[in-house]
């Protein structure tokens, strides 16, 4: 099943990048994601995350992993040429809020969205700076991140509620923090965190995926679920895949969005077609 668009989405006037071709990702980015899962001690596990926020890079910033207790990592890392640390805080805070707004995002891959109504004021409170509004909020989502369409809560986090090392924050310029869950369920599917850096021209968006794992109540890293025998490599890969296309692809289209609707104050304001 492919997202469709419908015709009240149409007369929006981004509705044109539903129809848009995805760019090609950077070949060198697949080169380097390879096609066999790299060694557990090589890529970032969720306990060492605050190596992410050093500068420099790390062993691994584009693979996968399958790690000894059947969870898995993923790594990906994008530049985006053209794209400001500002844009992102606002890409986190409006895209939420329209099934469209997801849709152009990844095409082929995201069918739905939207804020979960109990974090709805929250998301729109304008006495916030962008990055508080994010916080602490849930995003219901459906998409297609390697497993084939699921629906799954994105309940985002801030920094330090992530357990990141408040002074080494200092040295990135946005974070966006989730923990994954089942929306039946409410059981831990995967937690992530984006990682985005300014490079001359643009920003380097630099994402690890942890599949599996979560954190108990006292903010401990645990694991919270994997399929029988484990993440498989195929699907890891597939996850690296997908992330690498939708940031790609969110390079490209999130600036002229930004020129467009960055001064509006209601988010849930969108402009159509004359």
């Given at each position: 099943?492919?997202?469709?668009?419908?015709?009240?989405?149409?007369?929006?006037?981004?509705?044109?990048?539903?129809?848009?071709?995805?760019?090609?990702?950077?070949?060198?980015?697949?080169?380097?994601?390879?096609?066999?899962?790299?060694?557990?001690?090589?890529?970032?596990?969720?306990?060492?995350?605050?190596?992410?926020?050093?500068?420099?890079?790390?062993?691994?910033?584009?693979?996968?992993?399958?790690?000894?207790?059947?969870?898995?990592?993923?790594?990906?890392?994008?530049?985006?040429?053209?794209?400001?640390?500002?844009?992102?805080?606002?890409?986190?805070?409006?895209?939420?809020?329209?099934?469209?707004?997801?849709?152009?995002?990844?095409?082929?891959?995201?069918?739905?969205?939207?804020?979960?109504?109990?974090?709805?004021?929250?998301?729109?409170?304008?006495?916030?700076?962008?990055?508080?509004?994010?916080?602490?909020?849930?995003?219901?989502?459906?998409?297609?991140?390697?497993?084939?369409?699921?629906a799954m809560h994105l309940n985002f986090k801030s920094p330090i509620d992530y357990g990141y090392d408040p002074e080494m924050i200092k040295n990135v310029d946005v974070l966006v923090s989730a923990t994954v869950t089942d929306p039946e369920t409410g059981h831990g599917m995967v937690t992530f965190s984006h990682c985005v850096r300014k490079i001359p021209g643009g920003v380097e968006y630099r994402s690890h995926y942890w599949q599996g794992m979560g954190f108990d109540e006292s903010g401990k890293e645990m694991v919270v679920g994997t399929p029988p025998g484990?993440?498989?490599?195929?699907?890891?890969?597939?996850?690296?895949?997908?992330?690498?296309?939708?940031?790609?692809?969110?390079?490209?289209?999130?600036?002229?969005?930004?020129?467009?609707?960055?001064?509006?104050?209601?988010?849930?304001?969108?402009?159509?077609?004359?």
């Amino acid at each position: 099943m492919q997202p469709v668009i419908t015709e009240d989405e149409k007369k929006v006037d981004y509705s044109e990048l539903f129809f848009k071709p995805l760019p090609e990702v950077d070949p060198a980015l697949i080169a380097e994601l390879g096609t066999a899962p790299v060694a557990p001690e090589r890529i970032t596990q969720l306990k060492e995350r605050n190596d992410i926020l050093k500068p420099g890079y790390l062993e691994v910033e584009n693979g996968y992993s399958v790690l000894p207790d059947g969870t898995g990592v993923v790594a990906t890392k994008v530049e985006m040429p053209g794209v400001t640390p500002e844009m992102i805080d606002w890409w986190f805070c409006w895209h939420g809020l329209k099934d469209l707004r997801y849709k152009i995002w990844c095409p082929t891959q995201h069918y739905a969205i939207h804020v979960h109504e109990k974090d709805f004021a929250h998301r729109m409170d304008q006495s916030l700076s962008l990055k508080e509004r994010n916080w602490g909020t849930t995003d219901v989502v459906h998409e297609d991140v390697g497993f084939g369409p699921q629906a799954m809560h994105l309940n985002f986090k801030s920094p330090i509620d992530y357990g990141y090392d408040p002074e080494m924050i200092k040295n990135v310029d946005v974070l966006v923090s989730a923990t994954v869950t089942d929306p039946e369920t409410g059981h831990g599917m995967v937690t992530f965190s984006h990682c985005v850096r300014k490079i001359p021209g643009g920003v380097e968006y630099r994402s690890h995926y942890w599949q599996g794992m979560g954190f108990d109540e006292s903010g401990k890293e645990m694991v919270v679920g994997t399929p029988p025998g484990g993440f498989q490599p195929d699907i890891l890969r597939n996850t690296a895949l997908h992330s690498l296309l939708e940031y790609t692809n969110l390079a490209i289209i999130l600036p002229q969005l930004y020129e467009n609707y960055k001064d509006e104050k209601d988010f849930t304001v969108d402009h159509y077609k004359i």
